[in-house]
């Protein structure tokens, strides 16, 4: 066990101090709620059981034209690697907080550029899983077991352009603990653009925010808990149903209610 106090681990600084279980082997952790860098995840008062890879996890390999990734691997890491060994594919990491479980399982990523791009397989509790048969789309994945490694294809050639436009596309985001964007953008439009034309971009409760830099990142501004959280998140959806008639679905896990 390891006791991780979220207020200070994840990224939107929030959350209790909580016994998480450390998973040293391959193993199936179907009883606990994985969580990796928790710079997606929103930890309330009660949350479930949760473990985290252990350093074991923590690692890159070469295997000819793939790249084998632990799922402790933080994302800065892996992006060094690539640049430092010349390889392609991974330009992506630039200043995308993160382990590879949680990229993976978020199929995080910018635009078309995400992460199951140059995917080619996962290995959970029960073997490795190719690509082809797991469900994926913009940030969703239907995997349901712990990711403990990754494999992707790689060629020669670190795009170095590629890496400054990724630098220019996340400009905007605010410099404020958050969780990454909030909600999903609905098909064809911006949760931003909605959250801006409802009155949101700006909006307050407590020390918790809507950025008025981009208004789908819930900021916190100093001692934001989760119950602001939460009454923001409820207050968005019911203002873009209202005006709109769209479900925003949430981006951000919550853990626990
Ligand atoms: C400033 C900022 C900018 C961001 N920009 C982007 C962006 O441009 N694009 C984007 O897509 N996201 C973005 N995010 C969100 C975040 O970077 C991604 O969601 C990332 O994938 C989170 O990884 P994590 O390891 O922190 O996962 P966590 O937040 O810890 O967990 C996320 C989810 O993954 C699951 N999970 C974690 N590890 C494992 C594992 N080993 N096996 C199975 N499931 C696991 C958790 O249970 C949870 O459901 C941003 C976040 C911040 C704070």
Not at 16 to 27: H, Y
Not at 50 to 71: P, V
Not at 101 to 110: F, Q, S, T, Y
Request: net charge positive; aromatic share 10%; glycine share 10%.
């Amino acid at each position: 066990m390891k006791t991780i106090d979220f207020s200070t681990y994840s990224s939107i600084k929030i959350g209790g101090t909580v016994d998480v279980k450390i998973i040293k082997k391959i193993q199936d952790c179907s009883d606990y709620t994985l969580v990796g860098g928790a710079n997606n995840i929103l930890v309330s008062p009660n949350p479930p059981k949760l473990a985290i890879l252990g350093k074991k996890f923590n690692f890159i390999k070469i295997d000819g034209d793939f790249l084998h990734i632990g799922g402790a691997t933080p994302s800065g890491k892996i992006l060094s690697y690539a640049k430092r060994h010349d390889l392609a594919n991974f330009e992506l990491m630039q200043k995308l907080p993160g382990t590879m479980g949680g990229i993976v399982c978020m199929n995080a990523g910018l635009k078309e550029w995400e992460i199951f791009n140059h995917l080619v397989a996962i290995k959970t509790q029960s073997g490795w899983i190719k690509k082809e048969d797991i469900e994926y789309s913009y940030r969703y994945t239907n995997i349901d077991g712990t990711i403990f490694e990754a494999k992707f294809e790689t060629s020669q050639g670190f795009n170095y352009t590629l890496l400054e436009m990724f630098k220019k596309l996340r400009d905007n985001q605010p410099k404020f603990p958050s969780a990454g964007s909030c909600f999903k953008n609905p098909n064809g439009d911006f949760a931003g653009r909605l959250l801006d034309v409802v009155g949101l971009k700006g909006y307050r409760v407590g020390d918790l925010a809507f950025s008025t830099t981009h208004a789908n990142f819930l900021i916190n501004l100093g001692n934001g808990t989760f119950e602001q959280a939460k009454t923001l998140i409820k207050e968005a959806k019911q203002r873009v149903f209202e005006k709109f008639k769209i479900e925003l679905e949430l981006e951000i896990k919550v853990l626990g209610h």
